[in-house]
């Protein structure tokens, strides 16, 4: 029988605030807590963190998948999740593999639309990024009774603009795996399929952080696919300082790290007046079929468009 499960490492130094709100959102999504596998990470043994995580899993009904004791990185990381995820998951089963700072929302009921991709024959299901502030982009602490979409109202694209002076290609790091199936492994970031494993059917025919105009705020928040990004709180700036510490951190990593500290620090804030809001309208009240439709269309016209400039700028 196919089931859905979520698999998450919980950073017990930084996360504990983020960790309820996150617990609440996916058992609401309808995955129960036996289908909820944490890893709690910690870089020191027997600490206080790590006994508070372990009891607010148990508030939800969830024993801890593993404890994890060592320095962090996202390569060990991403590991550790690839091996809890060939331990804990079927083939056929969905697969959500979300920080606790990400809350996927998709376009319909999440078994509906899973059961759709099933019939689709889809394996990979990717969406972006929208990056959740507070008033005036202040990174203020997560209230514990107060709901987080509330806390965080603002949608913004913070990756996109931080992250459009670096060399290569950084739009494919600002896009996400929602669900995929078990058989398929997320890479390196979660941000596709791991390479040379199954073959791959994506939802819009291809990696999403490769087609044309992804990186741009319109063509982003025309996809109805999003990944809540609740990474914009008092947090922030240790967890960075800590990570970028640490050994073996990856050279983007360190670099979108940076230019994130450099951002925050003086004004201890995202600047929104900056950034790419998102306002929510017409097209979000339309069928969820025709949404997806309709980006799919909208991708086609883009694709003709940069051929036909091609065409011209060659003449």
């Known amino acids: 029988m196919t089931e859905i499960k979520l698999i998450t490492c919980v950073g017990v130094e930084h996360d504990l605030a983020l960790l ?11 995955i129960s807590a036996g289908n909820i596998h944490a ?12 006994d508070k995580a372990v009891a ?18 996202s390569k060990s990381m991403w590991d550790k999740r690839r091996e809890i995820q060939k331990k804990v998951a079927k083939a056929d089963d ?12 998709f376009p319909v009921d999440l078994k509906e639309f899973l059961v759709y991709c099933d019939k689709k024959k889809l394996n990979c299901i990717q969406g972006v990024f929208v990056d959740r502030l507070a008033h005036d982009g202040k990174l203020t602490p997560v209230a ?8 965080y109202p603002i949608q913004a694209d913070v990756m996109c603009t931080i992250r459009q002076y670096e060399q290569g290609n950084w739009a494919a790091g600002t896009v996400n795996v929602m669900a995929c199936k078990g058989s398929v492994l997320p890479s390196l970031g979660g941000h596709s399929a791991l390479a040379g494993e199954t073959p791959v059917n994506y939802l819009f025919g291809r990696h999403l952080g490769k087609l044309p105009g992804i990186g741009r705020a319109q063509v982003r928040f025309a996809v109805p696919l999003r990944v809540h990004h609740f990474k914009w709180t008092d947090r922030l700036t240790a967890s960075l300082k800590k990570r ?5 951190v990856s050279e983007r990593g360190k670099m979108y790290g940076e230019a994130l500290l450099n951002h925050i620090d003086g004004p201890g804030r995202i600047l929104v007046e900056k950034m790419p809001v998102r306002t929510p309208g017409f097209f979000e009240r339309l069928p969820w079929k025709y949404q997806l439709n309709a980006f799919s269309q909208r991708l086609l016209r883009i ?9 011209v700028s060659k003449q």
């Open 20 to 30: 309820p709100h996150f617990l609440q959102y996916y058992q609401g999504l309808g």
């Open 144 to 151: 514990p009774d107060t709901p987080i979409w509330e806390q």
């Open 39 to 50: 890893v709690l990470h910690a870089s020191e043994d027997n600490t206080a963190e790590m």
């Open 303 to 311: 694709r003709i468009s940069n051929k036909l400039k091609k065409i």
């Open 56 to 73: 607010l899993l148990s508030d939800y009904g969830i024993r801890p998948q593993e404890r994890w004791i060592a320095p962090y990185t």
């Open 244 to 248: 970028l510490s640490t050994p073996g």
């Open 94 to 105: 969905w697969i959500i593999s979300a920080d606790v700072d990400e809350f996927h929302e």
